[in-house]
C-alpha cells in the first residue's frame, strides 16, 4: 500500500533558528496533506494544511510547501522556540483517511 | 467544551483478558477513528466511523472490534488481549474529512498487555 515517510528521525535547532521538517509520500492521488505536532504524552495538535493543488501555505510562523514533482512535503517554523520541541508528524488525506508518517523529533536548544 | 476525551487513562491487562477503550467527543462529530501508536511506526488507523451506526476497518484491525451506538461515543474493543496490543491508542473525530477540517486527538490511553 501506500506509505508516507519522513526523511530525518530526529532534528536539533537553536533557540531563535529556523526549523525545516521534510516528508516524503508516496500516494499520487492524496488530495491533502496534513502535519500535526505532539508533545509529550499528549495527542496530535493540528498545525496546518495544505491541498493538493497548492505549492505553499503560511500560517503563523509556520510554512508548508509542497512539491508534488517529487512528492515531498516540509514544514518550515520561522524563529524556532523551546515550545516547539516535539514530534511532527505529516499526513496524507485519501479516501477520507489519513495516512501517518513515523514523525520527526525536533529538539530546540536554549 | 471538553474535545474529545478518552476513558481510561492507562490500563494493565494480561493475556487473554478483554477490555474496551472509550472515546467521546461534545463536538458533534460525524467522524470518529482510533489509531494505535508504536515506536517509530507513527500512527495507524485501527477501525474509523463516519457516523452513528456505522464503523468501518483500517490500516491494523485485526484483534479489535468497535462500536459506535451513539453519536458521540466510539468503542474500542479487545476480546483477548495479545503483547502485541501493547501501544497507546487515541482517539480522534472530526465533523467533515475534508481540506481545512481537522481531526482532532483525544490524551490517549496507555495499555500494557503482560
Known amino acids: 500500500g501506500e506509505s508516507v515517510g519522513l ?3 530526529t532534528l536539533s535547532v537553536q533557540e531563535g533558528d529556523n526549523s525545516i521538517i521534510n ?25 496546518i494544511d495544505i491541498r493538493s493543488n497548492m505549492d505553499k501555505r503560511q500560517g503563523q510562523r509556520v510554512t ?26 505529516c499526513a496524507e488525506n485519501s479516501n477520507y483517511k ?8 525536533l ?3 536554549p | 467544551n471538553a474535545g474529545v476525551t478518552q476513558t481510561p487513562k492507562f490500563r494493565v491487562l494480561k493475556t487473554g483478558q478483554s477490555m474496551t477503550l472509550l472515546c467521546a467527543q461534545d463536538m458533534n462529530h460525524e467522524y470518529m477513528y482510533w489509531y494505535r501508536q ?7 488507523l485501527i477501525h474509523y466511523s463516519v457516523g452513528e451506526g456505522t464503523t468501518a476497518k483500517g490500516e491494523v484491525p485485526d484483534g479489535y472490534n468497535v462500536s459506535r ?10 476480546e483477548s488481549a495479545a503483547p502485541s496490543q501493547t501501544s497507546v491508542y487515541f482517539c480522534a473525530s472530526s465533523y467533515i474529512v475534508a481540506f481545512g ?14
Open chain 1, 7 to 9: 526523511h530525518l528521525p
Open chain 2, 101 to 114: 477540517e481537522t481531526q482532532y486527538f483525544g490524551p490517549g490511553t496507555r495499555l500494557l498487555v503482560l
Open chain 2, 69 to 78: 451506538l451513539k453519536k458521540q461515543n466510539f468503542l474500542l474493543g479487545l
Open chain 1, 64 to 89: 508548508v510547501l509542497l512539491n508534488k514533482t517529487v512528492k515531498h512535503l516540509s514544514l518550515q517554523i520561522a524563529a524556532t522556540q523551546p515550545g516547539d520541541s516535539a514530534v511532527y508528524f
Open chain 1, 107 to 109: 529538539t530546540v536548544n
Open chain 1, 98 to 105: 489519513l495516512t501517518f508518517g513515523k514523525g520527526t523529533l
Open chain 2, 38 to 44: 508504536d515506536p517509530g511506526m507513527g500512527l495507524r
Open chain 1, 23 to 47: 516528508c516524503a509520500y508516496s500516494n499520487s492521488a492524496s488530495d491533502y496533506f496534513i502535519w500535526y505536532k505532539q508533545e509529550s504524552g499528549k495527542g496530535p495538535q493540528f498545525i
